[in-house]
């Protein structure tokens, strides 16, 4: 909040949200804390010229294409300009200067100009995968610390996953944070990673795995 980033908040209050729902924490609790989380989250957007603007656009009240409304826009575009097949992998048209961040927060656009629909279900299929297999170590494992750390992990990549991709299509405002192990940024992927590692050497101690090596 210190930093002026609301996404990350919302990302962070997502993981002590779920990792406290795989600790047990009945549900009336969660109900209890997230009215006060969701205050606050609101305050913080009514008193934002920023935020504000970026709500607009949301809800169709700001479409200038010269101004905030000009990612959104240029997103979607890009993902029309894709269609059913895409335009060629390395054939995108608005990553050359018209759409802004295509690297980073809008890298799903790009992939959708490019490749298609088959490009776009592919990422969510993969995301899926990742969550099924998270949900997995999570069910399947006797070890409290295991199942904890695991709904974390899975709470953060598919909840960043979901603000980015429905900020790209239109489904949410454009909060600002990237697509795990997809958009360009080193920390990001190295701490994916990490996170990642983590529940790979949790996944060798799954019961019937290590036999299985």
Not at 149 to 178: R, S
Request: proline share 5%; with cysteine; hydrophobic share 50%.
């Amino acid at each position: 909040v210190m930093g002026h980033d609301l996404g990350t908040v919302i990302v962070l209050g997502a993981v002590v949200a779920g990792v406290l729902f795989a600790a047990g924490i009945p549900l009336r609790w969660f109900a209890i804390a997230g009215v006060p989380f969701v205050g606050m989250a609101v305050a913080f957007v009514v008193t934002s010229s920023n935020r504000l603007g970026r709500f607009d656009v949301w809800l169709g009240r700001d479409t200038d294409p010269t101004g905030a409304a000009r990612q959104p826009i240029h997103g979607r575009y890009a993902l029309a300009d894709g269609g059913w097949l895409g335009l060629g992998l390395g054939q995108s048209r608005e990553k050359w200067g018209m759409l802004s961040e295509p690297h980073n927060d809008f890298i799903f656009a790009i992939i959708g100009e490019e490749l298609g629909l088959p490009g776009t279900l592919a990422i969510l299929l993969l995301f899926a995968g990742i969550a099924l297999a998270c949900y997995r170590l999570v069910s399947r494992s006797d070890d409290f610390f295991v199942r904890v750390v695991t709904a974390g992990v899975m709470t953060w990549v598919t909840v960043q996953a979901l603000i980015n991709i429905g900020a790209v299509i239109g489904l949410l405002p454009v909060i600002g944070v990237p697509l795990p192990l997809v958009s360009s940024g080193g920390s990001s992927l190295i701490t994916t990673m990490g996170a990642f590692g983590i529940l790979l050497s949790f996944a060798r101690s799954e019961p019937g795995c290590r036999e299985a090596l």
